[in-house]
């Protein structure tokens, strides 16, 4: 028995009844000072870390040129620099992929009710994901969706940049699917609050965090990154 | 012996469940039906316990929606107890 799967697939477009948007989240009463995140907020923290990143980066660059320019023996002292202006951005990216990384597993009893519960509250589609990546897909309104056991990322419509997010449920004895099912359940309450409670660990090109996560979820992201283009 | 094996099946078909995620994976609660007093009163007596001890209630709506939950719904199919979650 399906309860809830959406009846045309998982990512379908949600949009809540004028005159009946979600409760809050009750988490965001912890986290009072934070505004609450919201489409306008969230283009702004995304230029701001590509801000953030360019200058990280560009004055590297310019002092490489003008070192080189004045005294090319300076060489190995322009190769630091350009190492620096590459990883910098790298371990940012490096940062944002770990939000979906696994946890240990439980008890293989345990594993396999939660998978229940799991496969029940999703659809078809996204049950195929999870089972192919340990990731579930959930298209919202600031974008779609990649929910894993202690973050998510959301690939914003256009499929060009992500936002990873670090948050969990907090009972560590959970199994691997009740975890994603936690962040899934609260998602589907409150999105904006959701995102509002969670951590900001990476904001920036999806391909760039793509490139930092195992190749295992590679597939998820580039699933994520097609449903965010429709 | 046919007919209330029927009534039987949807009997069980119509009883909404209160359940609760936790370490085993998840553990059923309590299960009533609208019509069944006791179960009902057995049933949110449970919920609150569980809102007591710091779970949040939420009814999985499907196509992507889930809502929030301070009275146990008695028409909902099922009930599902979660921790709360926070940042990493």
């Known amino acids: 028995m399906s309860l809830g799967a959406p009846p045309d697939g998982p990512f379908r477009v949600e949009r809540w009844p004028v ?15 934070r505004p609450r995140v919201d489409e306008r907020g969230l283009r702004r923290r995304g230029r701001v870390w590509t801000l953030t990143t360019v200058a990280h980066t560009v004055p590297y660059g310019i002092a490489s040129g003008v070192l080189l320019w004045l005294e090319p023996l300076t060489a190995p002292v322009v190769f630091a620099l350009l190492a620096h202006a590459w990883v910098i951005p790298e371990l940012y990216a490096k940062r944002g992929a770990n939000v979906l990384r696994r946890r240990p597993r439980s008890g293989a009893g345990a594993e396999r009710t939660a998978l229940g519960l799991l496969g029940d509250l999703i659809g078809h589609e996204a049950r195929a994901l999870h089972a192919r990546t340990g990731l579930v897909i959930e298209r919202g309104a600031l974008g779609v969706w990649l929910v894993g056991e202690a973050g998510a990322i959301l690939v914003r419509l256009g499929g ?71 | 012996m046919r007919t209330d094996g029927i009534r039987a099946e949807r009997t069980i078909a119509h009883m909404a469940r209160l359940i609760r995620m936790d370490g085993s994976g998840h553990t059923t609660l309590a299960e009533w039906s609208a019509a069944d007093e006791r179960a009902v009163e057995a ?23 889930a809502r929030q939950v301070d009275e146990l719904p008695l028409d909902a199919e099922l009930v599902i107890l979660r921790r709360p979650i926070a940042g990493g």
């Open chain 1, 160 to 230: 060009r940049r992500v936002h990873c997010w670090c948050v969990r449920a907090q009972d560590p004895s959970l199994p691997s699917a009740d975890r994603i099912a936690h962040l899934l359940l609260a998602l589907r309450s409150d999105e904006q609050g959701f995102a509002t409670v969670a951590n900001l660990a990476f904001s920036g090109a999806r391909w760039r965090v793509r490139r930092r996560l195992p190749p295992a979820l590679r597939p998820a992201l580039d699933a994520a990154g097609a449903a965010a283009r429709r």
């Open chain 2, 43 to 65: 049933a949110v007596s449970a919920f609150r316990d569980q809102l007591d001890a710091g779970y949040y209630a939420v009814v999985n709506e499907g196509e992507g929606r």
């Open chain 1, 19 to 33: 005159g009946h948007p979600p409760a809050p989240l009750p988490e965001t009463a912890a986290v009072y000072w």
